[in-house]
């Protein structure tokens, strides 16, 4: 008998509204190419942020800021992803929308200073006492669990190491041997291990040591043994955050009820900060420790209240400041919580720190370029006929508008039995699916007969 198994489709990923973007798509020179890394158009703002992010890999920008002000769905948001993108890993990037700010359960000061001390990063290179080498041996010894005694878990673990010329074997605690096991260190791991936090880092992988087998599909990094010996005093560099030794140095005197109240309120005492920032100005006094100026990125920043831009303000000017990049669509409005006017809702003494770079809207080509980079990023198929229908709705009402009608236009087109979407998929979509446009104006229409 012939069997039939069905094959389930994997949901698929949902593609966050930016994914398409992978960098802001300059040459050498810093030109933006017209279409690259998911970018299209948009050129002047695109260089514009090349040189930004230039001046902060040097160093320059630190307690700075740029604000992206354009229409909507000109980019601004998509800009951000970029220099983050483009900054890599090394360097801070924390993002928020200013709506955000407001929470009943932690006070805007207090959020907005964990903000900017996640967004500040240390350096810091320090002599270590490691052991470090390839993994010849290893042996785990496991113990009921007290907590289960269904369970084992390891209590002692003995490995050697080894150099080019040196041999070594120790036996290791509990703590160190449950991170052999989750880090699924075998022989012929190179690993090091901090002697006196006891974390393990697992360094690469010496290919076909004594008789251990690699795979096609091992994506572990092949190195050679390492020289000298396997206990040493080596330079290590770490990167962390201000905030990260702050949510540390509170762990570390901390009483079990403290801990609860730490988290509930998820306040950080100013003293602990106080304390962090002398034992970095110390680290950096010493040599040893290096400030990172890391990005706060403030999203729709005209829906921050008077008292969080004058706090933020005043966190410029402390020699401890990230960059500030903020973005709005807004132009002279309110400043929110007070009846004073300002340009893009922001205070002046605020708006005189900041780079501004204008975005502005596309043209149908430009339009029509975005779509089908989200189609694609999204894996959808359109009729070219599809692709002019979105692309007049874009730049009639907005780009975001005729993104945002791409997967409705899908769901409508498999409803119809098909997996490719045709003009009058987009059509329907655009019936059911108002824009702000037309909604503001349905709502007029029908404003005198809603109750008062
Ligand atoms: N130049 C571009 N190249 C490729 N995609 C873009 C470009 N500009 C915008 N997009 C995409 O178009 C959509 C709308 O852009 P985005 O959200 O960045 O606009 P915005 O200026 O932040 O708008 P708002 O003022 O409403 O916040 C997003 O999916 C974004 O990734
Ligand atoms: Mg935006």
Do not use: C
Not at 120 to 125: A, C, D, V
Not at 126 to 142: A, N, P, Q
Not at 159 to 167: R, S
Not at 257 to 280: P, T
């Amino acid at each position: 008998m012939v069997e039939i198994k069905e094959v389930k489709e994997p949901i698929k990923q949902r593609a966050s509204i930016h994914s398409h973007i992978k960098g802001l798509g300059l040459d050498n020179q810093g030109k933006a190419k017209v279409v690259a890394d998911g970018l299209v158009g948009q050129t002047e703002a695109r260089e514009a942020s090349g040189v930004v992010v230039q001046l902060i890999k040097q160093g320059r920008m630190a307690g700075k800021g740029i604000l992206f002000v354009g229409p909507p769905g000109t980019g601004k948001t998509a800009l951000a992803v970029a220099i983050a993108k483009e900054l890599g890993e090394d360097t801070p990037f924390t993002a928020i929308n200013a709506s955000e700010i407001y929470s009943l359960e932690i006070k805007k000061t207090e959020l907005l200073t964990q903000l900017i001390r996640k967004s500040i990063g240390i350096r810091l290179r320090e002599k270590r006492l490691v052991y470090e080498g390839v993994v010849k041996e290893r042996k785990v010894k496991v113990a009921k669990s007290r907590m289960n005694p269904y369970s084992q878990v390891p209590v002692e673990a003995q490995i050697t190491l080894a150099t080019k010329e040196d041999n070594i074997t120790v036996t290791v605690g509990q703590e160190i041997a449950q991170q052999l096991i989750s880090l699924n260190v075998k022989k012929g791991d190179v690993i090091m291990i901090d002697a006196q936090t006891g974390k393990i880092i697992i360094e690469g992988k010496v290919k076909d040591f004594e008789g251990t087998k690699s795979y096609d599909i091992d994506s572990s990094k092949y190195i050679e043994i390492p020289g000298g010996q396997v206990k040493k005093e080596k330079e290590i560099t770490t990167t962390f955050t201000l905030n990260d030794l702050d949510v540390n140095l509170a762990a570390r005197n901390l009483t079990v009820s403290a801990i609860f109240s730490l988290f509930s309120e998820r306040q950080i005492d100013e003293d602990i900060r106080k304390e962090a920032d002398k034992i970095v100005k110390d680290w950096i006094s010493q040599g040893i420790g290096e400030i990172i100026a890391g990005v706060l990125f403030i999203d729709d920043v005209h829906m921050l209240d008077l008292e969080a831009f004058s706090f933020l303000t005043r966190a410029m000017e402390t020699d401890l400041a990230p960059i500030l990049i903020l973005a709005t669509n807004r132009g002279i409005t309110k400043i929110r919580g007070t009846d004073n006017e300002s340009p893009h809702g922001i205070p002046l003494d605020l708006l005189d720190r900041l780079l501004i770079i204008p975005t502005r809207p596309y043209n149908a080509e430009e339009i029509k370029e975005i779509i089908e980079i989200r189609a694609e990023e999204l894996e959808i198929e359109l009729e070219p006929q599809a692709i002019e229908e979105l692309t007049k709705l874009g730049s009639e009402n907005s780009l975001r508008y005729a993104v945002q009608l791409l997967d409705p236009s899908l769901v409508i087109a498999q409803r119809r039995g098909r997996n490719v979407i045709r003009s009058e998929d987009v059509a329907l979509a655009s019936q059911l699916f108002s824009d702000v446009k037309r909604s503001v104006k349905y709502v007029k229409e029908y404003e005198n007969l809603w109750m008062k």
